[in-house]
């Protein structure tokens, strides 16, 4: 039987997130290619994993061996290439994380087979691959396509696909052989690092509400904070708030703060000073609110709204509560 | 111990490239030092320390960061050496070993892929004079002058505000220039001075390589640091390199621009570092707007030789101090509007945007404003 095959990702314990988003996207071409979809867990006493996963996959390719506890290109390479050699499934996802720009392209080199990279979606026939991912810094999406007769990988790009979320196969678990992996030691796991706690990071933020000196006091930053909240976004702010030490600088935007580039940011009370809108034009879709109609923050709005933010705040957040809610 | 660039390079220790035993550690470069007001920045503790050890580790000092390359304590230095060139040199072992604040980073970037400190596109560098309809100087042999916009009046729209002055103020004169247009780059005085030895050596190639195509007598710049490091820094160019205040109180003098307006004002003047203290451009300024009709100006007490500084110079434009005293901008325009003043006037694109900033920050925006010198002038002619 043809077969789609999905690496499995994970960490300390838990699936990630990409792992899920490549399953959605191999059930759609396991459907659309009347193909078995499959997905291989390499770890160790991870059964618990492959049970989570059996949910949605036809097959779970259990690869337990204690040398496969943590993330290692090397052995994962010798797991898939094995697995590749001998089931020749049409397609291998491997998410375009830290651990699958680290294997994939040795895998691919080592395999002979073509390799998509950091793709943002997939279209499968019997011949061959097309694959849309970004060029010129992500300014130009193009279309690349390579031959799938003897096999293809591809690495997905993270949050680009919504994972199904619910029952859609009772897949079974099949134990495999651990290969040799042979020569493997000269990769040695040491540790994990966590990113420092303490702050936040508005680098990473889908939704921005930012603050100047609009909000007047530091008694009205919780307005602005309940707002943030209630659209699930994080609180960031211009330089004129850190300098008053209302905020930490870790929530500043601008020139000499964070260069920021949310899906929505939300730009309360904030004139626009050049320094701060090179921080934060390459947003998604910008909605600034502010007293003056001649504020600069005006030019790179997309929504630009004249009022006084005391009299704004409570009504998004009273329409984000009403929007929750009816979720 | 650590091997430096500089030690290899120029096998020299830091003593003897700065002269440093000729430092009687007075300790007059810290006391003048404006920066040292807010923070942990000691430039005489510095010299001591380069002169008594073969190399200095500057991955630990934050505080290099801080100094905004004003050449206030140069300048004070009885014994005429450069505790200035000193901190530039550690900045430098810092850019090699690739310790710098994320946004300097960022601003070094920008200006190696797009010519410009702020990210902006760089076949977007003369977008602002689109409706102006300037001369290519490049192009056009004709012309006499060359106007060097610089990288924040091409770029930040208040500054634009500026450039558009002193082009009204040129025609008004009958002057007959030109721009660069997207040939122009970054002048590299900021880059220097952020450590990147390298990179400014480039953009030096570059723009004496479009320098050496031009036809023209002078060439004017917007901002003083662009002036200060053509002067200073590059090879010698086969035309004049002029401040605008220099070139404008000029065309004032010679009857050229002529006033029609009066200006019903109190203002003072605030003397940008790069041209004040480092050029000694102090008087050309001054003579314009004593030349507007209407101006009463009076002088900040700091003024001169010893202005305070903005706080702009030195790649400080993209990194704020380590320290959060008040900030020197805020200190300058509380003074001013103390002295009763209405305008604060300057000559420097970064001096601008610092006071400006100011105004706002302390909430005296209703009370006094900040201006370009160019921008009053277009106000009356």
Same mark, same amino acid.
């Given at each position: 039987?043809?077969?789609?095959?999905?690496?499995?990702?994970?960490?300390?314990?838990?699936?990630?997130?990409?792992?899920?988003?490549?399953?959605?996207?191999?059930?759609?071409?396991?459907?659309?290619?009347?193909?078995?979809?499959?997905?291989?867990?390499?770890?160790?006493?991870?059964?618990?994993?492959?049970?989570?996963?059996?949910?949605?996959?036809?097959?779970?390719?259990?690869?337990?061996?204690?040398?496969?506890?943590?993330?290692?290109?090397?052995?994962?390479?010798?797991?898939?290439?094995?697995?590749?050699?001998?089931?020749?499934?049409?397609?291998?996802? =491997?998410?375009?994380?830290?651990?699958?720009?680290?294997?994939?392209?040795?895998?691919?080199?080592? @395999?002979?087979?073509?390799?998509?990279?950091?793709?943002?979606? @997939?279209?499968?026939?019997?011949?061959?691959?097309?694959?849309?991912?970004?060029?010129?810094?992500?300014?130009?999406?193009?279309?690349?396509?390579?031959?799938?007769?003897?096999?293809? =990988?591809?690495?997905?790009?993270?949050?680009?696909?919504?994972?199904?979320?619910?029952?859609?196969?009772?897949?079974?678990?099949?134990?495999?052989?651990?290969?040799?992996?042979?020569?493997?030691?000269?990769?040695?796991? =040491?540790?994990?690092?966590?990113?420092?706690?303490?702050?936040? /990071?508005?680098?990473?933020?889908?939704?921005?509400?930012?603050?100047?000196?609009?909000?007047? /006091?530091?008694?009205?930053?919780?307005?602005?904070?309940? @707002?943030?909240?209630?659209?699930?976004?994080?609180?960031?702010?211009?330089?004129? =708030?850190?300098?008053?030490?209302?905020?930490?600088?870790?929530?500043?935007?601008?020139?000499?703060?964070?260069?920021?580039?949310?899906?929505?940011?939300?730009?309360?009370?904030?004139?626009?000073?050049?320094?701060?809108?090179?921080?934060?034009? /390459?947003?998604?879709?910008?909605?600034?609110?502010?007293? /003056?109609?001649?504020?600069?923050?005006?030019?790179?709005?997309?929504?630009?709204?004249?009022?006084?933010?005391?009299?704004?705040?409570?009504?998004?957040?009273?329409?984000?509560?009403?929007?929750?809610?009816?979720? | 111990?650590? !091997?430096? %660039?500089?030690?290899?390079?120029?096998? *020299?220790?830091?003593?003897? $490239?700065? &002269?440093?035993?000729?430092?009687? *550690?007075?300790?007059?470069?810290?006391?003048?030092?404006?920066?040292?007001?807010?923070?942990?920045?000691?430039?005489?503790?510095?010299?001591?320390?380069?002169?008594?050890?073969?190399?200095? +580790?500057?991955?630990?000092?934050?505080?290099?960061? &801080?100094?905004?390359?004003?050449?206030?304590?140069?300048?004070?230095?009885?014994?005429?050496?450069?505790?200035?060139?000193?901190?530039? +040199?550690?900045?430098?072992?810092?850019?090699? $070993?690739?310790?710098?604040?994320?946004?300097?980073?960022?601003?070094?970037?920008?200006?190696?892929?797009?010519?410009?400190?702020?990210?902006?596109?760089?076949?977007?560098?003369?977008?602002?004079?689109?409706?102006?309809?300037?001369?290519?100087?490049?192009?056009?042999?004709?012309?006499?002058?060359?106007?060097?916009?610089?990288?924040?009046?091409?770029?930040?729209?208040?500054?634009?505000?500026?450039?558009?002055?002193?082009?009204?103020?040129?025609?008004?004169?009958?002057?007959?220039?030109? %721009?660069?247009? +997207?040939?122009?780059?970054?002048?590299?005085?900021?880059?220097?001075?952020?450590?990147?030895?390298?990179?400014?050596?480039?953009?030096? $190639?570059?723009? !004496?390589?479009?320098?050496?195509?031009?036809?023209?007598?002078?060439?004017?710049?917007?901002?003083?640091?662009?002036? +200060?490091?053509?002067?200073?820094?590059?090879?010698? !160019?086969?035309?004049?390199? *002029?401040?605008?205040?220099?070139?404008?109180?000029?065309?004032?003098?010679?009857?050229?621009?002529?006033?029609?307006?009066?200006? #019903?004002?109190?203002?003072?003047?605030?003397?940008?570092?790069?041209?004040?203290? *480092?050029?000694?451009?102090?008087?050309?300024?001054?003579? %314009?707007?004593?030349?507007?009709?209407?101006?009463?100006?009076?002088?900040? &007490?700091?003024?001169?030789?010893?202005?305070?500084?903005?706080?702009?110079?030195?790649?400080?434009?993209?990194?704020?101090?380590?320290?959060?005293?008040?900030?020197?901008? $805020?200190?300058?325009?509380?003074?001013?509007?103390?002295?009763?003043?209405?305008?604060?006037?300057?000559?420097?694109?970064?001096?601008?945007?610092?006071?400006?900033?100011?105004?706002?920050? %302390?909430?005296?925006?209703?009370?006094?404003?900040?201006? #370009?010198?160019?921008?009053?002038?277009?106000?009356?002619?």
């Amino acid at each position: 039987m043809r077969e789609i095959l999905v690496l499995a990702e994970h960490r300390k314990g838990v699936l990630r997130d990409i792992t899920w988003e490549m399953l959605s996207l191999g059930k759609e071409l396991a459907e659309k290619m009347e193909a078995q979809l499959t997905t291989v867990l390499p770890g160790y006493e991870v059964k618990s994993l492959a049970d989570e996963l059996s949910t949605q996959a036809d097959l779970v390719l259990l690869v337990e061996d204690e040398r496969l506890q943590n993330f290692s290109s090397m052995a994962y390479q010798q797991v898939l290439s094995t697995l590749i050699t001998t089931r020749k499934p049409i397609i291998t996802l =491997i998410g375009h994380t830290a651990c699958g720009i680290d294997l994939a392209p040795g895998l691919a080199a080592a @395999l002979g087979m073509p390799l998509a990279t950091d793709c943002l979606s @997939l279209t499968l026939t019997e011949k061959e691959l097309t694959a849309v991912r970004q060029i010129y810094g992500g300014k130009v999406n193009a279309e690349v396509a390579c031959s799938c007769e003897k096999g293809c =990988i591809a690495t997905i790009r993270a949050g680009v696909v919504s994972p199904w979320g619910e029952e859609t196969r009772k897949g079974k678990v099949e134990v495999i052989q651990s290969p040799s992996l042979e020569g493997i030691s000269r990769q040695r796991f =040491i540790e994990y690092v966590e990113a420092a706690i303490g702050g936040v /990071d508005i680098t990473q933020a889908d939704i921005i509400v930012a603050i100047g000196r609009g909000i007047q /006091d530091k008694e009205n930053i919780p307005l602005a904070e309940e @707002l943030a909240k209630a659209l699930g976004g994080t609180l960031a702010c211009s330089r004129p =708030i850190v300098d008053k030490k209302w905020l930490p600088k870790a929530h500043q935007v601008g020139t000499s703060g964070k260069t920021v580039r949310p899906k929505a940011y939300i730009a309360l009370g904030i004139s626009g000073a050049f320094q701060h809108i090179v921080g934060m034009k /390459d947003s998604g879709v910008i909605i600034a609110v502010n007293k /003056d109609p001649r504020a600069p923050i005006f030019e790179v709005a997309d929504y630009g709204i004249v009022c006084d933010l005391f009299d704004f705040m409570p009504v998004l957040k009273e329409k984000a509560k009403e929007l929750l809610q009816r979720r | 111990m650590k !091997t430096t %660039i500089t030690s290899i390079t120029k096998k *020299q220790t830091l003593a003897q $490239e700065y &002269d440093l035993l000729g430092c009687m *550690q007075c300790g007059k470069c810290t006391a003048a030092c404006p920066v040292a007001m807010r923070s942990h920045l000691n430039i005489r503790k510095l010299m001591q320390e380069a002169l008594t050890h073969e190399s200095l +580790n500057p991955i630990p000092m934050k505080e290099l960061w &801080d100094c905004t390359c004003c050449s206030t304590c140069t300048i004070y230095c009885p014994r005429e050496l450069k505790p200035n060139e000193l901190i530039i +040199n550690l900045r430098g072992i810092l850019v090699e $070993e690739g310790h710098v604040p994320t946004t300097i980073r960022d601003a070094l970037e920008s200006v190696f892929k797009q010519g410009n400190p702020w990210g902006g596109a760089k076949n977007k560098r003369a977008e602002w004079a689109t409706d102006l309809h300037l001369k290519d100087a490049t192009r056009d042999k004709e012309i006499e002058v060359v106007y060097f916009v610089g990288c924040t009046p091409s770029y930040d729209p208040r500054v634009q505000e500026v450039a558009r002055a002193l082009v009204k103020s040129f025609n008004k004169a009958g002057v007959n220039f030109g %721009i660069l247009g +997207n040939e122009e780059r970054c002048c590299g005085n900021e880059v220097r001075r952020m450590g990147e030895e390298g990179l400014f050596e480039i953009l030096i $190639e570059d723009n !004496t390589n479009v320098f050496q195509k031009l036809d023209v007598k002078t060439m004017v710049t917007t901002s003083p640091h662009c002036y +200060n490091t053509f002067k200073n820094e590059y090879p010698e !160019t086969h035309f004049e390199i *002029q401040h605008y205040t220099q070139y404008v109180a000029n065309l004032i003098a010679t009857g050229k621009l002529t006033f029609c307006g009066e200006v #019903d004002k109190v203002v003072t003047y605030h003397d940008p570092c790069f041209l004040g203290k *480092q050029n000694k451009v102090f008087d050309a300024p001054r003579s %314009i707007i004593d030349s507007i009709p209407g101006v009463k100006f009076i002088e900040f &007490d700091r003024s001169r030789e010893r202005s305070l500084c903005c706080e702009g110079g030195g790649g400080r434009m993209w990194v704020d101090a380590s320290d959060s005293g008040e900030r020197l901008a $805020e200190v300058r325009v509380r003074d001013a509007v103390e002295m009763g003043v209405q305008i604060i006037l300057t000559a420097c694109p970064f001096c601008l945007l610092n006071l400006e900033d100011a105004t706002k920050t %302390i909430g005296y925006e209703d009370k006094i404003q900040v201006m #370009d010198i160019m921008e009053l002038v277009s106000q009356v002619i």
